[in-house]
C-alpha cells in the first residue's frame, strides 16, 4: 500500500508547498509525558530536542526555514492520544516524530491517516502500527524479532520454563509477550501466562503463581511503572529467577528499581552508548554534555546522564524527518510522504535506515543489556542478530 500511496502523491513534488510567510515548518511531536509510559516519553523526546539544538532549521530552494517542534503529551492513553493527534493536525505540522508506546500510535495512526500527515514511530514495536497505517513509517526493530531474541537469550540462560506476564489489553505487552512465547516454544520451552489489569500495584501474588509453577525466568514487558513494583516485590520475595523484559525496560526507572537488589535484570534494546561507532560515539558524548547543561533536561532523563536507547531512535527520528522534507524540497505532508518510502538515511546512530514496503526500518540488530544492581547503570551482555536466531 506505501508503495502506491507514494505513486500517487509523488504528483505533489511537482508543485513544491513551502511554508508560511513566516518561514516555519511544523514537526510534531506525539509522545507521553505524563502516565504509565510517561518516563520513557520524555527521554525520547530528549533525543528530539538535542538533534532540534544542532539543526533547528533547512534550506529549501535557497530559503532558509526555521524548524518549530510542536509538544502534546498523549498521556500514555489510546483515548487521548486521539485528541492529541487532532491538535498535532490542526497546529499545521509537516509531519510527526512518536510515540513511546505502540497503542498510542495506533490510536494516532487513524487522524494522520485521514489528515494525510505521515508520521514516523520511534520505538513503537508493535507490528499494527504500520500494517494499519498507510501514512506511518518506523525506525526501530518489530516485536517478532525481539520476541525471538529475548526467547533465545532465555534459553541461553538455560530457562526451560517461562512465566509470562502482561498488562491486560495493552498492545505493546500482549503483542510482545505473544510473540516471546510462540519463540520459546519453538525452541521446546514450556510457558505459562497471565494477565493483570490496570492500575495494579501488588505483584505478590503474580511472583508466587511463577515461584509455584517451577518458572525458571519471569518474562514482564510492560510500563515503567509496574515493573518497578514487579522488581520490589519480586527482590523481597527473594526469587531466584531473572526478570526479562522488552525495550521499555531500558530506563533510569529500572536502573532504580533494581539497584542494591539481590536480583537480574535483562532487557533487550535499540542502542547501547558504548557504541564505537563515530557517529553514536559523537552522538553520546555531545548528549551528555547536552543533559548536563540543563538541568531541567537532565531531570526528564531520570537524573543522570546515562543515554536511553529511546533518546538514540529520538535523535535518529528528527533528522530523519528532516532528510524526508529536504528529499520533498516542501513542507508539504503529501510531498514528505511520498518522500519516504524511498529514503535512505546512512548516518543514523542507531544503525542506517532504509524502509521497507510496509514502512518497517530493515533492522536486524538488537542489544541484550544487564541492570548493574552496584553501579545503577545497565551492562552490555551481547548483541543479537537475525542471522543468529
Not at 231 to 238: E, F, K, P, S
Not at 328 to 340: E, Q, R, T, V, Y
Amino acid at each position: 500500500m506505501k508503495k502506491v500511496l507514494a505513486l500517487i502523491l509523488v504528483l505533489a513534488l511537482m508543485i513544491p508547498v513551502l511554508a508560511s510567510a513566516e518561514n516555519i515548518i511544523k514537526i510534531g511531536v506525539f509522545e507521553p509525558s505524563s502516565g504509565d509510559n510517561g518516563a520513557g516519553g520524555k527521554q525520547e523526546v530528549l533525543g528530539v530536542e538535542y538533534a532540534h539544538s544542532l539543526a533547528p532549521t533547512i534550506t529549501l530552494n535557497g530559503v532558509e526555514y526555521t524548524i518549530q517542534l510542536v509538544n502534546v503529551d498523549n498521556q500514555s492513553d489510546s483515548s487521548k492520544a486521539v485528541t492529541a493527534a487532532q491538535e498535532l493536525v490542526s497546529a499545521g505540522v509537516s509531519v510527526v516524530l512518536g510515540s513511546y508506546g505502540s497503542g498510542a500510535s495506533m490510536a494516532g495512526g487513524d487522524v494522520f491517516a485521514s489528515a494525510e500527515v505521515p508520521a514516523i514511530g520511534l520505538s513503537c514495536t508493535n507490528p499494527s502500527v504500520t500494517t494499519l497505517c498507510d501514512y506511518y513509517w518506523r525506525i526501530c526493530f518489530l516485536d517478532p524479532f525481539q520476541g525471538s531474541v529475548m526467547a533465545n537469550f532465555a534459553n541461553s540462560l538455560g530457562c526451560k520454563k517461562a512465566y509470562v506476564l502482561t498488562m491486560l489489553g495493552e498492545d505493546y505487552g500482549n503483542g510482545l509477550g505473544h510473540y516471546f512465547s510462540d519463540a520459546f516454544k519453538a525452541l521446546g520451552g514450556e510457558v505459562v501466562a497471565e494477565t493483570f489489569p490496570e492500575g495494579t500495584s501488588d505483584f505478590s501474588a503474580y511472583i508466587n503463581n511463577a515461584v509455584n509453577a517451577g518458572a525458571d525466568c519471569v518474562f514482564a514487558p510492560c510500563a515503567t511503572t509496574y515493573a518497578s513494583l514487579i522488581i520490589d516485590q519480586a527482590a523481597a520475595l527473594n526469587v531466584s529467577f531473572p526478570l526479562l523484559a522488552g525495550d521499555t525496560w531500558e530506563s533510569s526507572v529500572i536502573l532504580e528499581a533494581a539497584k542494591g537488589k539481590n536480583i537480574d535484570v535483562y532487557v533487550s534494546t535499540f542502542f547501547d552508548e558504548n557504541d564505537d561507532g563515530a557517529a553514536a560515539a559523537a552522538f553520546v558524548s555531545g548528549f551528555k554534555a547536552w543533559l548536563n547543561a540543563n538541568a531541567d533536561k537532565k531531570t526528564n532523563n531520570g537524573g543522570n546522564d546515562i543515554v536511553a536507547a529511546v533518546s538514540a531512535l529520538g535523535f535518529d527520528g528528527y533528522n530523519v524527518a528532516l532528510a524526508a522534507i529536504q528529499a520533498a524540497g516542501s513542507a508539504d505532508p503529501a510531498a514528505i510522504a511520498a518522500a519516504l518510502p524511498s529514503l535512505v538515511y546512512e548516518n543514523a546512530v542507531t544503525g542506517a535506515i532504509a524502509f521497507d514496503e510496509i514502512g518497517d526500518a530493515v533492522k536486524d540488530m538488537a542489544y541484550v543489556k544487564k541492570a548493574n544492581t552496584e553501579t545503577g547503570a545497565f551492562d552490555f551482555v551481547k548483541t543479537q542478530s537475525v542471522a543468529g536466531l
